[in-house]
């Protein structure tokens, strides 16, 4: 078969790694892909918003499948472009997206079908949604509606920052039209657990859970990123909380979306609190996580175009997911430093052959181009440095081992990816 994975990023370096395992794979294409990604699939540069380019690029090379691993894409419509040009393609529509696109969408529809989630108010005009703040408890969460990067959500402690943050979502327009409405949510605390899942519009099978970090700095500090590194699967995620789960969250959230009319098929991905009172959603996404998929994907067994395809023929419910869940895998980001805020790129990334032909060890590139003929750093997440253990203890050693192999100028990572797994 000749696919294609729309995306850059160390997730999409994931999905080509599981997609190159299967016999079924001939030719693999990335658009527009990255330096580590073009080991395993011929990169063309095409932009993942230009869906026009893609599909015609698709129909010229034979494209068999196409595989999605980016939410403006997917939330831009990019699966019915393809579907209307008789191309198949893993990943929800536009009309299903929404779940990520709107985070009052996925509010509303958690209320309605009784999804245990945090209690809200959404506003499109800014005077009532401070009037509203005037009478709430703090600290509060403040919510973008739309997609922002991650980074569309501000916890404030009291009136005056959750003024100042009214100020920036709707009126400043920081995250653009996305802060057109916003959600205003209780505040929740416990663990975070993500789970990714695959879905077939009906049927829902769920990956191994994982556990994300998202500050810059050690011990949780500093400004939210896109994700310093995770670990799977979480210990935090015990069959109580799956049971609870199965029976509350993940099927109610799939038949949900096809009583509204908008069938879900491809990635959803559980963003969940594990609070005193049980699990809540904190958000859903419409994809495979960055770097969740890192740490996940690894352990799949399956053949991974076996599971897009029933996907997307609707017969999931032939397939049994199996993951090495007697092992455990632990990813550290290697970033910029600066990153999230502002860092430099263009520097040359040494030792990158450290990781050939070494099993239980993966180096993920996510912000990487060539230069010259030499790979160099290219963004904010450089790379992704996963290895499996046989438990996370041994998995996040050698993990940490691994990043020591590989340098670049302004190389900074968290020293503490799974740490929590001490205190059990
Ligand atoms: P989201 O993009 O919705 O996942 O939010 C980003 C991060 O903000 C989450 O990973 C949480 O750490 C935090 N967060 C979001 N919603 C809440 C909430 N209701 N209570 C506490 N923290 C939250
Ligand atoms: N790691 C979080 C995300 O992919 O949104």
Request: hydrophobic letters at 40%.
């Amino acid at each position: 078969m000749n696919i294609l994975v729309v995306g850059s990023g160390g997730r999409e370096h994931a999905i080509v790694t599981a997609i190159a395992k299967s016999p079924k794979a001939d030719k693999i294409y990335c658009a527009p892909g990255n330096a580590g990604i073009s080991r395993l699939a011929e990169c063309v540069p095409i932009k993942a918003m230009d869906f026009d380019a893609l599909v015609t690029f698709a129909k010229e090379n034979s494209i068999d499948l196409t595989v999605v691993g980016m939410d403006d894409p997917l939330v831009g419509g990019i699966v019915d472009k393809f579907e209307e040009a008789g191309l198949r393609v893993f990943g929800p529509n536009r009309a299903a997206a929404i779940l990520e696109g709107s985070k009052a969408f996925s509010k509303d529809l958690m209320k309605k079908y009784n999804i245990p989630t945090a209690s809200y108010e959404t506003f499109t005009d800014p005077g009532e949604a401070i009037a509203y703040l005037k009478t709430v408890r703090f600290p509060i969460v403040l919510k973008a509606d739309g997609l922002a990067l991650g980074k569309g959500v501000l916890i404030c402690n009291d009136l005056s920052e959750a003024m100042k943050g009214v100020k920036s979502i709707m009126q400043d327009k920081q995250f653009g039209s996305a802060g057109n409405m916003m959600v205003v949510e209780e505040f929740l605390t416990g663990r975070e657990v993500s789970v990714l899942s695959f879905v077939d519009g009906k049927t829902i099978r769920i990956m191994d859970s994982a556990q994300d970090h998202k500050r810059a700095y050690d011990n949780d500090e500093g400004p939210n990123t896109g994700g310093m590194g995770n670990f799977s699967p979480s210990p935090f995620y015990t069959k109580d909380v799956d049971e609870f789960c199965q029976k509350y969250i993940y099927q109610a959230t799939v038949d949900a979306m096809a009583a509204e009319g908008r069938p879900f098929k491809g990635v959803i991905f559980f963003g969940l609190m594990l609070t005193e009172d049980g699990p809540r959603v904190l958000e859903y996404n419409a994809r495979f996580g960055d770097p969740e998929a890192q740490v996940v994907l690894p352990r799949l067994k399956n053949d991974i175009i076996d599971v897009f395809e029933a996907c997307i023929d609707g017969r999931l419910d032939q397939i049994d997911l199996e993951f090495e869940s007697d092992k455990a895998a632990v990813c550290v980001v290697l970033a910029s430093d600066g990153y999230p805020i502002s860092y430099e790129k263009g520097f040359p990334i040494k030792g990158l052959e450290a990781f050939d032909g070494k099993q239980d060890y993966y180096c993920f590139h996510a912000g990487t181009a060539f230069k010259d003929g030499e790979v160099v750093t290219n963004g904010g997440r450089v790379l992704g440095i996963t290895a499996i253990g046989s438990d996370l203890k041994e998995a996040r050693a050698k993990a940490y081992e691994a990043t020591g192999w590989v340098s670049f100028e302004n190389k900074y990572m968290r020293t503490d990816i799974g740490r929590a797994i001490d205190l059990i």
